[in-house]
Structure formats: C-alpha cells, structure tokens
C-alpha cells in the first residue's frame, strides 16, 4: 500500500504537497466557514466564499486570526465541532488576563499523537528509550501531546509531574533517563543544578535531549551537548493551541520540518503582510489543515523566522525553517511562556494599588536561563521612610507575578530618572 | 494518478458541486461518502466525461481531461461502473461483456478479448454459468458483478464505481466488495462512491466526505470509521447504539 497514501506526508513529492495542500485547505476553509461564526464573518466581511479558495496562494485574502481572538472568543467561540465531539479541552494562560481554551477530538488527539512520535522518531526515540518530560505548567499540554506520541513508539514515558527541578535531576539520574525533553532555559538550570549536586553527567544515560518552547542558539546548544555529553534536537510548538512538535529537526540539524501535511506555512513581513522574499526572515503564519476541533486559519504566531530554500539531505520533502531569536511582536518568552508587558503592568498596578508611572518590563538572561525582570522608578507613590516597607512592596510583586506567570521574577527599584518610561 | 481540482458542475443552471478538489494514488482505494444529493456521481460523472464541467481541472497520469470525449477517456484507462449498472437487459450475458469490449474490438484485439472474457469468468463463475442468459434475468447481485466484469472488459487502470452496494442484500455487498479489493491487489486503482460509508471505509485505503457539493473531512478510510461526525452522519451509529441499549 501506498504510504504517502497512508497519512504519513513527510516524503511527498512538490506536486503531491499541493494538492494535498489544497485539498485540506479546502476542507479547512469548509468547516470553519460553515461550523464557526468567527470565520463565517470574517469571510464574509471580505466577501469571499469557502470556494473562492482555488489555490493554496488564495489564502492570503483570508483577514488574520490573532492571539486577541481566542480571549475575544473565550470559551468555546471557536470551535469547530459540537462539543460532544470534544474529548479534550485544554487552557493556557492567555493574553491580557484572559484563559485560552483549545478543543480536541479523538481524531485530533491521534493526529497530534502520530505528528509527535514522527518528530521524536526523527530524533532516534525508540521503544529502547526512557523519556522524561520536564516543563513548566503553563505547557502542560504540550506534556501530555509529548506523553501520547512517546508511548506511541513504545518508548518508556516518566510524564509531566510537579517536582522542582532539583528533584527531576535525581529522576534523571536514578531513573537513566535517556531522552529529556525540556525548554532550553530549564536545560540551564538542569545543567547548573547537575554540577551543584556533585553529579558527573558520566553517571547519566542521557543522550538525547529535545529542547522546546523558545528558540535556543547554537552557541547555547553546543554549551549544553558539551557539558551533558548529548546531543539536543530542537522542535517548534505553539503553547496556547493545538500543539508541539510543528516543525522538528531531523538528523542533519539544519533548520527544522515544519509538518506541512498539517500546517500552511507562509512567511510574512511582518509590516506588510507580503511574503517575504526566499530566504529572508518574517512572521511565521501558520493555517492548520487538519484540525477539526479548533481550525486555525492565517494564525499570526509573533515568531520569527526564515525558510531554507533548498532539500534536505535526510530525504523528508517538508521545507525547513530557521526559528530566529527575535520575536515580530512584543511578547517575552520565558521558558515557553508568552506574556505580553501590558499584563505585567495591570498586575504591577493590582499589587501596589497605583499604577507607577515609571515601569519598564524585559527579558533578562541570567547565565543560561531567562526571567522576567520588572524595574520601578522610584515615585512619591512608593516612597517609603522605612527600607522594610520598600522591600516588603517588592517582594510582593515578585511574588504576585511569580503566581501569575510562573516564570522567574525579578523586581528591582531604580532611581526615577534611570528608568525609561513604560515599553 | 487521478487529480481534481476546483471542480465546479451540475445540471440546468443548478451546481451540484461547488469546487471539489480530490486526487487518487496509483493502487489506492479511495472512498467518497455523502448523503442522497451531496453531488456523489456528478463528481464521478464529469470524471468519466458523461457531463462537462463548469469549471476545474481533471487530471488522469497529468494529462488533462477537459474536453475529452467519453470513449476516448475509456481508452485512457478509466472505467464506469454507473449506478442502476446501464446494462442491456434483453442482451446476454456475453454480449453485455462483449459492448464493454468494444473499442478494442474494433480495433481487432479479438484474440485478447477472449483472454479477458476467460479471465472475468474466472473472476465471476456465476457468469459463465450464465453466459447465454439474457442480463435482465439475473439477480441484482449478478447483474452488478456483470457491470463491473463489464468495466474490467475495456482494461481500465482505473474504475469508477457508483454506488456499487444499491439494492444488494448484506450478504451480497461484501461479495462485491471482496470482489473490489481482489481486483484492487491485481493492480486496478479504485474510486467508488457510496451511501453505504460503512463498507466502503471498510475496504478503502482514504475517504472524503462530501456534503452539500463541498468536501467536509478527508483522511485514512479506518479514520473515517471512527469519527464522531462520520458516525453520527452516515454509520447510524447513534441511533445502533440507541437501539441495543432498547433491546438490553
């Protein structure tokens, strides 16, 4: 039997990827415009039907869908299917306050499943491995996509659980972990933590290390593989939809698959919302062709990146992108999770009663791993006699963001002058 | 192998298809399930030429099809088995076998055409025991494994099969769809159509369900057979499931 046929798309030939392409596209557009209003309208506002979509270039007179719309939609304004269909539903934290909810059926449970044990496959996972899933709560789902697709190659799955990172070291160690998938800031402080406990990576089985949720450089990565004798295979996700392992390297570490047999890739300047010219870098907008639950059309992801033009040695026809540092929009990353600055304002302003006038909000990298670090400027608001005050008021708020983000926080207070205004 | 793009058709100034887009891999069965009127044969019959397309594209081993004339798309290698089989009821058997032949016969392939015949009598013995009898006697099952022996007379690469489960008993649908993942395994690429998704799916290596002239879901034909909406739609399963737990 044929197994282009069969559901595995990586070795399609170019003709054979646009009509499959076209054809899920189709069926995409169908669905969506016929089972969700959101799309309906928007279709609509265009004055465009489903079948206006002849070609896989048409879906550039579709309008965007962006981050604003899953909070807008909350929560269930987006799906696609009833919901006795849906055997899943999964929240992230969203943007400016509001949960994200995403939806799946079985179906797209079982594609998500063969879509991650492809990637991992290419990552020479195996029924011989054990694999560890060490991330942070905000990407839980991700876990569990991780989970189904490592079991599906019978690999041997210790989970997502909620042990602190001192406590997986010993798990990986006692455990012989030998794949670990991770974001690269907690592959750092994995690392750190390894060497601070006196333990030898020779006393690990590690050899694989899969690094997900933000994009990790090469110097970074080659830092890693040296000082954890592995080698790291970097897979591209999106956190508060569908899920991981979108794009994924193969054994040649040059760019990453994206799974075009589930994802239109068009690569957008992000002023414009032209394509960019081959083998410049732009926004990363991504049209799901598969899902069912929770269709995606022209989903603006913030990353950036660039597609490399030629074939892959490795055979897969699946083009390659380069997943670039810089983000098109002004989310920070931090261990996969995105959090917007606004966000961080209003819960600065919750904490301390007052908004301060003088706040700026960055991504700080602290040796490998990064946090979120807030700078007040000192104001008569704040101003305290007593340096206790003072520093009770910044605890807080490192505090109160910790339990907002759950990422690394730090708060410092700065004199008014030093500090830029907000973003 | 077959390729289908935007096609738009239909009848009078009604569209029956409203940009279709498909394709069919060499030895593959695939499957196209839908509801009465979802736009099922007029799918497969501007495929197989019967009616012209308003627009799209039909592509056969990348040659375009649009203007091809019905016999000249038989010679192409695509074969129809048409719903209500089109046979010629007071005909034989043999002759009905024989018209299926009748391109090559003309040309004078008469000497592989009798090869042929023995072969679909090998395939089908019920109609070398009835070779002599006119078609119109035979059983509904008969009279389908005639239609296709039929289609398989011209050496299709391909068949196009229109509901070939109408009207036959349980018992006799699984008889012609053994019949059809047989001939799959000597080589002929398959695309049927089918109110009965449950067979079809069952034999089919994809599908795509078509409603209303759109497709609305594609995938591996096993699955289609476990799909909520495929379920709910065209497997009865809902009312099967309300049904057993009545008889509990």
Redesign the interface.
Same mark, same amino acid.
Request: glycine residues 10%; positive net charge.
């Given at each position: 039997?044929?197994d282009?046929?069969?559901?595995n798309g990586e070795w399609l030939t170019p003709a054979?990827r646009r009509?499959?392409q076209?054809?899920?596209l189709?069926?995409s557009c169908?669905?969506a415009y016929?089972n969700v209003p959101f799309y309906r309208n928007r279709f609509q506002a265009a004055d465009l039907s489903?079948?206006d979509?002849?070609s896989l270039e048409d879906v550039r007179r579709l309008p965007f869908t962006e981050r604003r719309h899953f909070g807008e939609h909350y929560p269930y304004g987006l799906f696609a299917?009833p919901l006795?269909?849906i055997v899943r539903i999964h929240t992230a934290p969203g943007i400016g306050g509001s949960l994200t909810v995403s939806g799946y059926?079985?179906?797209d449970l079982?594609m998500w499943k063969e879509m991650v044990a492809r990637a991992l496959k290419a990552a020479g996972v195996s029924a011989d491995d054990i694999l560890q899933i060490v991330l942070h709560p905000g990407l839980a789902n991700w876990g569990r996509d991780y989970k189904d697709g490592a079991e599906a190659l019978q690999a041997s799955v210790i989970p997502l659980n909620a042990l602190h990172l001192s406590k997986q070291i010993l798990v990986l160690r006692d455990y012989k972990t030998s794949v670990l998938i991770t974001t690269p800031s907690s592959a750092v402080q994995i690392q750190e933590l390894l060497f601070a406990a006196d333990i030898n990576p020779n006393e690990l089985s590690l050899k694989t290390l899969i690094l997900v949720g933000e994009p990790a450089s090469r110097e970074l990565r080659r830092g890693i593989e040296e000082h954890l004798h592995v080698t790291t295979w970097q897979h591209y996700g999106l956190s508060e939809v569908p899920g991981p392992a979108v794009a994924y390297e193969c054994e040649g570490h040059e760019g990453l698959h994206v799974s075009e047999d589930h994802f239109l890739v068009e690569v957008l300047d992000p002023k414009t919302h032209e394509p960019v010219p081959e083998g410049e870098s732009g926004e990363l907008v991504l049209t799901s062709l598969?899902i069912?639950a929770f269709p995606l059309i022209r989903f603006r992801t913030g990353d950036r990146v660039r597609v490399l033009a030629e074939g892959c040695p490795c055979g897969r026809t699946l083009r390659r992108m380069e997943w670039l540092p810089d983000r098109v929009d002004e989310l920070l990353v931090i261990q996969g999770v995105k959090i917007q600055k606004d966000q961080v304002a209003v819960r600065v302003a919750q904490t301390l009663g007052f908004s301060p006038k003088k706040l700026s909000v960055h991504l700080v990298r602290q040796g490998g791993y990064s946090a979120l670090e807030v700078q007040l400027g000192m104001e008569e608001d704040l101003f305290s006699d007593e340096i206790k005050e003072l520093e009770r008021l910044v605890r807080k708020t490192a505090f109160e963001l910790r339990q907002e983000f759950g990422v690394p926080v730090e708060v410092r207070l700065l004199e008014g002058p030093s500090v830029e205004g907000h973003p | 192998m077959l390729?289908v +793009?935007?096609l738009?058709a239909g009848y009078g100034r009604i569209e029956a298809l409203?940009?279709v887009?498909?394709?069919v891999? +060499?030895?593959?069965i695939v499957a196209i399930v839908g509801a009465n009127g979802a736009g099922k044969s007029t799918l497969l019959r501007a495929v197989a030429g019967l009616i012209v397309p308003w627009q799209g594209e039909v592509l056969f081993e990348d040659r375009s099809l649009a203007g091809t004339k019905p016999p000249a798309i038989v010679a192409a290698g695509i074969g129809l088995v048409p719903e209500g089989r089109w046979l010629f009821p007071p005909m034989s058997v043999l002759d009905n076998l024989r018209l299926g032949a009748y391109l090559r016969l003309r040309r004078g392939d008469k000497e592989a055409v009798r090869k042929d015949l023995e072969r679909v009598f090998a395939l089908f013995p019920i109609l070398a025991e009835r070779r002599k009898q006119p078609a119109g006697s035979l059983s509904g099952g008969e009279q389908q494994m005639l239609a296709i022996a039929r289609a398989l007379m011209s050496r299709p690469k391909m068949l196009l099969l229109d509901e070939p489960s109408t009207g036959l008993a349980p018992l006799l649908v699984e008889k012609i769809f053994e019949t059809i993942v047989q001939l799959n395994g000597e080589g002929i690429t398959f695309l049927l159509v089918e109110q009965n998704a449950r067979a079809a799916l069952a034999v089919a290596?994809?599908g795509y369900v078509l409603e209303t002239g759109?497709?609305?879901?594609?995938?591996?034909a096993r699955?289609l057979l476990?799909?909520?909406?495929v379920k709910r739609a065209y497997l009865g399963k809902d009312y099967r499931d309300f049904a057993e737990g009545r008889a509990r």
């Open positions: 039997m044929n282009a046929g069969n559901g054979e009509q499959q076209l054809e899920r189709q069926i169908n669905r016929k489903p079948q979509i002849g299917v006795r269909d059926t079985a179906r079982k598969t069912q | 390729i +793009r935007n738009r409203h940009g887009s498909l394709s891999r +060499r030895g593959e290596n994809r759109r497709m609305v879901l594609q995938g591996r699955d476990e799909d909520q909406e």
